[in-house]
Structure formats: structure tokens, C-alpha cells
């Protein structure tokens, strides 16, 4: 990966379909989802067209899957899948993974391999549609250690969720789960695990600034959501305190990283903190400089 050549690095994008066309959701939340974000066109892209896609804007691209069968019953894109992909594309594509916590042991053995044998940079965890609290020592914690241990990150979603909004009792999804004073716990237990908290977390913006101003490993993305409705106050701290610890990310496929940077250019942002965001910080915080 040549970072001189690269004009972004997105850390939020989403492998939805498998090689052998296995989608990651349910039709019905796959359909309001997309209703939700007003998804423009290819909504299921391959791994393979998701690389085309990255390297025709010379941008990286943090990918993974989200493993919550305990909870859905869909089995995930594989993540030895995605892993695999990143090591044929290794100019574009960032390979994450996603352990469904309810695994036990067997996750956290997983876990493990997949750093170890196939070379994950990081985690992604959703607690909403998995069902936990971040903070749940006896479902998580052997989770963290491993991901602390190696050098890993872990990054969580937080506030609310496009996932099942528009579906009867919201898909049974449950947004208590994503607050991300759950993820304090986790920084405090944790000090030298590497976190991101995914998106504006809304409606706990406040409390997802205090903990990544508070806590030296915690960061934050700002995918999932148009910078045009960035709430005033994160647009402040982005500017300011937080300025080496905030990450360009766009939740790809539902948002596209044109859309979110169209809009980004009219966000009021320092010249010299710009170029932090959009790949300055992530680069630093995934070792790759």
C-alpha cells in the first residue's frame, strides 16, 4: 500500500454478499436499510468490485463483515473471505473481522487465528444487532484480550441504527446496547486497546466525545451519516481536541464515499486538519507508517 499515492483511507465499509451470493441480512432489513440511507446504486458489490471501486478513486478501504447469527439466524460473510481479498488486494483493502461474542471460546479461538493465519488488522463489533453490552465481562472480555494483545482494533458501532428502522418494533433491534459509555468501560479496563467509536452517536454525541477526550486509545469515525448533518458540536471537537483521533469512514455500500465527500468539502473544517481525517490518522492508528 503506497499512502503517497493514496488520497483517503475509508475505515467503515461493509462486505454484504459472499463469493457464492450469500447477503449478510435478511430481505426485510436488507429492504429498509436501503430505504433508509437512499442507497444509489450497487447496493450488494462483490469484494472484488469493491477493490475496482476503491482503486478507481485511489483510496484504502477498511472492510469486514458483521457476525450476528446468534441473534439473526443469517450466517455472515466469512471472514476468512474477506482476509482473502485484502491479500489479493493489498493497495486498497484494509482486511477487519467481526467474532459474534455469544461464540464463547470457540470466537476468541477464532479470533486469534484469523490475526494470526490470515492477517486482520482489527474488529468490528455491533452491539445492537449482535445483543450485548460492550461491557459485558463474561460474554466480551476474553475478546479483548486477544484483540489488545495483538495489536488489533476494536471498533464498535455506536447510536442509533439504520438497521431495521422502518420495520415492525425496529427488526427487534434494540439501540440501548450502542451508548458508548459502555465502550468507557472498556477503555478503562482495556488502556491499550486501540478503539474506534463508528459514526455520529446519536442521540449520545456528547457522551462519545467525552469518552474519546477522556480516554488516549479511543477514536472516532464519521460514517454512516451526509457530513451535512454532523451535529455542531462534533464538527467543533474535529477541529480541535480531537483533530489527530477523527476518522474518515462512510459505511459503504449504503453511503458512498462521492456523496460523503461531496459534502465534506463544504463542511467547516481547518485546511490543516483535512488531510488528518482523511487519511493522516488512520493510517497512524492501523500501523500504516
Known sequence: MDLSELTAIDVHTHAEVSSKGHASLDADLDAASSAYFKVEGNRKPTLEEMAAYYR????????FTVDA???TGTAPVPNEEVAEAAAAHP????????????RGKAGVRHARRLVEEYGVKGFKFHPSI??????????????????????????FHTG?????????????IR?????????DDVAADFPHLKIILAHPSFPWQDEALAVATHKPGVHIDLSGWSPKYFPPQLVHYANTLLKDKVLFGS???????????????????KDEVRP??????????????
Do not use: H
Open 69 to 71: 447469527e446468534s441473534a
Open 251 to 269: 459505511d459503504f455500500p449504503v453511503l458512498t464515499p462521492d456523496r460523503w465527500l461531496a459534502d465534506f468539502a463544504k463542511l467547516a473544517i
Open 130 to 155: 449482535q445483543g450485548f453490552f460492550p461491557n459485558d465481562r463474561a460474554l466480551a472480555y476474553a475478546l479483548y484480550e486477544v484483540i489488545e494483545e495483538t495489536g488489533c482494533v476494536a471498533l
Open 91 to 102: 493497495d486498497v483493502l484494509i482486511p477487519f473481522a467481526s467474532i459474534d461474542p455469544f
Open 56 to 63: 478507481e478513486r485511489k483510496m484504502a478501504a477498511v472492510v
Open 160 to 172: 442509533q441504527t439504520g438497521i431495521g428502522a422502518g420495520v415492525p418494533g425496529g427488526g427487534g
Open 276 to 289: 488528518k481525517i482523511l487519511k493522516e490518522n488512520a493510517a497512524r492508528l492501523l500501523g500504516l507508517k
Open 175 to 183: 439501540l440501548k446496547y450502542s451508548n458508548p459509555m459502555y465502550v
